[in-house]
């Protein structure tokens, strides 16, 4: 049992088209937290800005991300909602994990290996430090929880390395200024200033695959925009990309086993399952044994009907740039206020003189 005070962050690239991957594998269940924990939800502009941004689009993108977000469900009066650079307690704390962390711990992150591509020596540094200020997001709130996709799972194993490195590090120092949790490692306990924070991957679309290739992920920087549904499509649209999308010919098989070797029929029963909330083998009790032209159209009707008054919603929010900004201005005021807390412990642990 953590000791911790329980926590749920998460954060989001504003990097344009926020799809149904990042609906149902992230924010849904961001909103779904809201009822049991305190949640802070985050739009990581400084991350985006490790591969380059038009400075005009990261604007709009950072406020339609915030738009997603409340049109979601998210409730940023109970909860906090804003935008990392506001915040700059994280930049601060990202340094203190550059030192803390090893290369060869970030030299093994497939994410730098896949965005950095063939040309490595041209990756910004950011990029590749990209990692520590994930970690640097997540604990600056000192955060228990971070529901996230399965793409995500590496970034919190390293979370939890810098956490665990930094608390055996500093260990007797955290003890004599007592600002710690006891903590069990294996036999011993030591004081850990950082709690080792839980993935929540759970559920039937932790990784929503494109509907043109069902061996990739659904992403916001496939060329092919039929690849993804993108929250703010309108009804048409979904139903044209699900008619589209990529099926072998055989029927739906009665049982998940049949799904095996068929990535686009896996990947399309998941989508179904997870937006009617119910287990996949549910949805083969009710469409095994029949033709994707019976199941499309099904599928096209459940996920107009759950997205498209959210792409209503985000619509209108968007129009409201002041409303937008003004949430992003006090969510920034509160975490920030939570964040310098952490980081008056951190440089007292590390010896940093302040005030
Ligand atoms: P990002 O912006 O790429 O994606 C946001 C969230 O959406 C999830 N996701 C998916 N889930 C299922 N299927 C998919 N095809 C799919 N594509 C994306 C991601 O797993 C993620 O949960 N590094 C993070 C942002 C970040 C962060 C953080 C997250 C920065 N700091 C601290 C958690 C905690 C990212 O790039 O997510």
Known sequence: ?????????????????LHLGNYLGAIRKFVALQDTSDCIYCVVDMHAITMWQDPAELEQSTREVTAAFLAAGIDPAKHIVFNQSRVMQHAELAWVFNCVARM????????FKDKAGKDRENASVGLFAYPTLMAADILVYRATHVPVGDDQKQHLELTRDIAQKFNN??????????????????????????????PIIEGPATRIMSLRDGTKKMSKSDPSDLSRINLTDDA??????????????????????????????????GIYASLAEIAREEVLRQFGGQQFSVFKPALADLAVEKLAPIAGEMRRISADRGYIDGVLRDGGMRAGALAETTMKDVRR???LLGD
């Open 349 to 351: 642990i590390i010896g």
């Open 1 to 17: 049992m953590s000791a911790f005070k329980p926590l749920v962050f998460s954060g989001v690239q504003p990097t344009g088209n």
């Open 169 to 198: 590090d500093f260990s007797s120092r955290i003890e004599a200024l007592g600002c710690g949790v006891e903590m069990k490692v294996g036999e011993e306990t030591v004081h850990g200033f950082f709690p080792l924070t839980e």
């Open 236 to 269: 048409d649209t979904i139903s044209k990309k699900i008619r589209k999308a990529k099926t072998d010919p055989a029927p739906l098989p009665s049982e998940p086993e049949g799904l095996k070797e068929r990535p686009e029929a896996d990947n399309l029963v």
């Open 104 to 111: 060869g711990w970030l030299n093994r992150m497939t994410q």
